[in-house]
């Protein structure tokens, strides 16, 4: 029997494909058996790339599997359900949590593991987050560098990831929640007194309500707020409120009752008495500028005011023929319909002022 040479060369090609089949099926095994990994820390970013720095895809918690792809220094490649991204390996656990289950002392070690971990993680968040500094309760409409300030802060649990511009929009509201989530509380998308606290790893007062920024009676103080006019501020204070001013440089305060207006906040004196309080402040009536604070429903707003009685007048025998206006953050005057720079002057200097 005679053997060409095509047909000595068929155990060599059919031993090369076996072994190239070999060296493809063993990562796959391998990858499917052993390459499990679980969060062993609260809350995990999974970045876009592996860097500190890199966009945040994902929040990871405690618990939750990923898949392990490769590694790459600090880091692991992983898939999350739809996601691939990086995690930091000293905050994943190999193997599932089902299966570290299963022997106790490896549990354990993974207990101290986690426990470590975690702890560490927690450290460094808050060394991050102090260098920050604690923003103030605000709420969804409002703007400035408090707000700035909330957002950096989110930005570093990896619930935010807009722009830090200042303004408390649907991103901001939704990385409160997100927030509050994850700490057990109400996720309302308002950044109150209890959320700060959570924020920052305090445990917030008996007395402090999680469903808005108001301080427990017993406060000595209010935090006074920046209210964006055409921002969700327009009908904070509605048509027909009654609501206290506090004139900042005296500390006289006096009861006014809103009016109306569209482009700032027109209001009336509600009394006799309450005339006088303001006639005091200006020592007669006077279209200048004076920076106060209006308090209503709980919650302190800086703003700024004028007293000059004029136009309608609303509520007879309270010996002011009129009403006054009072400007927040960002309103315009009816007659230019532009912002009043003093007026806002005023609303700056009002922010510095508590209740």
Known sequence: ????????????????????????????????????????????NLRSQASKDSKALQTLSKGDEVTILSTSGDWYKVTYGKYTGYVMKK????????????????????????SSSKASSSTTLLAQLKKIGKPTACEYGASGSNVKKLQKCL????????NIDGDYGPGTKSAVKKLQKAKGLKQTGTADSATIAAMFGEKA????????????????????????????GVDRIPKGATFTVKHCKTGKTFTCKRWSGANHLDAEPLTKTDTGVLKTIYGGWSWKRRPILVKYNGRVYAASMYGMPHGTTTIKN?????????HFYGSKTHGTKKVDDTHQNCVATAMNYTW
């Open 1 to 44: 029997m005679v053997f060409t040479m095509k047909d000595k060369m068929r155990p060599r090609r059919f031993l090369t494909v076996v072994v190239m089949l070999f060296l493809l099926i063993t990562p796959l095994i391998a990858l499917a058996s052993g390459n499990t990994g679980t969060v062993n820390c609260s809350t995990l």
């Open 91 to 114: 905050y994943i656990s190999k193997g599932s949590s089902n299966s570290s289950s299963k022997n106790t002392s490896k549990t354990s070690n993974q207990t101290n593991t986690s």
């Open 155 to 162: 930005q570093a649990y990896g619930y935010y990831t807009g």
């Open 205 to 232: 007062s008996a007395s402090t309500k999680t469903s808005g920024a108001k301080t427990s009676s017993s406060s000595k103080t209010i935090t006074t707020e920046r209210l964006n006019w055409f921002k969700n």
């Open 318 to 326: 309270n010996n002011f023929d009129g009403h006054f206006c009072i």
